[in-house]
């Protein structure tokens, strides 16, 4: 989150307009702004500033205020920090509709049709690319395009021209163990994640987040093979090292 500001496309120096904003869209006359903020670790979608229209645990990303301004378009997520998450509308009244399933690779682009009567959006089932996909207030869905990397959805023009990027993710795990002296790769795949070393270190917490739903390994640094815990993504062993604490992708 940040301080919501504006500048003159001209030129010139910004003006603060809010602080603690983390994402913000203009209504089509450009009067007023939607913003998400967290206030008292709850997330907040307001427009406008003040004016609560939905409030989660998880928290919101890619808000967009329709053509005609009567509702914003957003990803919502059930959980703080992941991507996983569905496509949703609110009203001005505050109405919630979920317009999609659960997306397990995650929503990362959002807007408008031009018409408003469809949100064009780019999400993964978790088994395949990031692809651009439709959605109709009614909840009918089609794609629209797929490529052999993630698609990622910035915006379209008010004639339907898209503006798209290509995504190449790639993460890695290196660990420094108390048996090695220079860092070994312990990724289990490509989207593996480490949050944990044991006090000794002589063993690492490991999430595989390529997997649906994600699971938790327990990954020793003699070189021995990972060991499978079970499903979640895992945070930290107990201190007796007979526990582990994991979060799981479903909605609270």
């Known amino acids: 989150e940040g301080t919501l500001a504006r500048a003159p496309l001209l030129g010139g120096g910004a003006r603060s307009v ?36 939905y409030e989660t645990a998880g928290y919101v990303s890619h808000l967009r205020v329709s053509p005609r301004g009567d509702r914003v378009a957003f ?3 059930a959980l703080w920090a992941d991507n996983v998450g569905a496509v949703a509308v609110v009203d001005l009244a505050g109405d919630r509709k979920v317009l ?7 929503v990362s682009g959002l807007a408008w ?3 408003g009567e469809e949100i064009w959006f780019t999400a993964s089932d978790g088994a395949s690319h990031l692809a651009l996909h439709a959605v109709d207030l009614e909840g009918r869905q089609r794609s629209l395009l797929a490529a052999p990397t993630d698609v990622v959805l910035f915006d379209v023009s008010r004639e339907g021209r898209l503006l798209v990027g290509r995504e190449t993710p790639r993460r890695a795990i290196e660990v420094l163990g108390a ?3 220079t860092p070994r790769d312990f990724s ?4 593996s994640v ?3 070393m044991t006090p000794d270190g002589r063993a690492v917490l490991l999430s595989d987040q390529s997997a649906d739903p994600y699971m938790t390994y327990l990954q020793r640094t003699d070189g021995s093979p990972p060991v499978r815990l079970g499903s979640g993504d895992g945070y ?14 479903d909605a609270p």
């Open 113 to 115: 049709a031009p018409s």
């Open 236 to 249: 930290e062993l107990s201190p007796d090292a007979r526990w582990v604490v994991a979060f799981t992708g």
């Open 194 to 196: 480490a949050r944990f």
């Open 75 to 77: 990803a919502d997520h």
């Open 179 to 181: 048996e090695s002296q």
């Open 18 to 53: 809010l602080e603690g904003v983390r994402e913000a869209d203009w209504t089509p006359d450009g009067a007023q702004l939607a913003i998400v903020r967290r206030v008292d670790g709850r997330e907040r979608l307001e427009l406008p500033a003040g004016h609560l229209l």
């Open 100 to 106: 999609t399933g659960i997306w397990a690779g995650g």
């Open 188 to 191: 289990l795949r490509e989207s």
